[in-house]
């Protein structure tokens, strides 16, 4: 089992930034080997972020935010970042991460479903 717990959100102005975190405590080891961050907002589908193996390694950002959105970890604390910058109102989500024994590429972030661990989630507003 992993217990997710994500922090950071709030609320931004449009072109600012903002670091999310994602802590992750339990069986890491054995019952997950990648993390990924995806966000929903109302009425859409949940959209795949970014991916990276757990304790580092390759990394995977979506196009759709590919420049101004970055992963990193700091394995010591068992906790994944997501890194955002120029950030605008329809990057307006909740944002939650994820972890899994998935096929740790991109190919796994259209694929929301195959994601075992979920945390509960932050919500991040950005104001124009």
């Known amino acids: 089992q992993v217990q997710l717990v994500e922090s950071g959100g709030g609320s931004v102005q449009a072109g600012g930034s903002r670091k999310l975190s994602c802590a992750a405590s339990?069986?890491?080891?054995?019952?997950?080997?990648?993390m990924a961050w995806f966000r929903q907002a109302p009425g859409k589908v949940r959209e795949g972020l970014g991916i990276?193996?757990?304790?580092?390694?390759?990394?995977a950002i979506a196009d759709s935010v590919k420049g101004r959105f970055t992963i990193s970890q700091e394995n010591a604390k068992y906790t994944m970042y997501l890194h955002m910058s120029s950030l605008q109102p329809e990057d307006t989500a909740m944002y939650y991460c994820?972890?899994?024994?998935?096929?740790?590429?991109?190919?796994?972030?259209?694929?929301?479903?195959?994601?075992?661990?979920w945390g509960r989630g932050t919500q991040v507003n950005v104001s124009s």
């Open positions: 339990g069986s890491r080891s054995s019952a997950a080997k990648c």
């Open positions: 994820a972890a899994g024994n998935n096929i740790c590429d991109s190919r796994s972030l259209a694929r929301p479903e195959w994601w075992g661990y």
């Open positions: 990276t193996y757990i304790g580092g390694g390759d990394t």
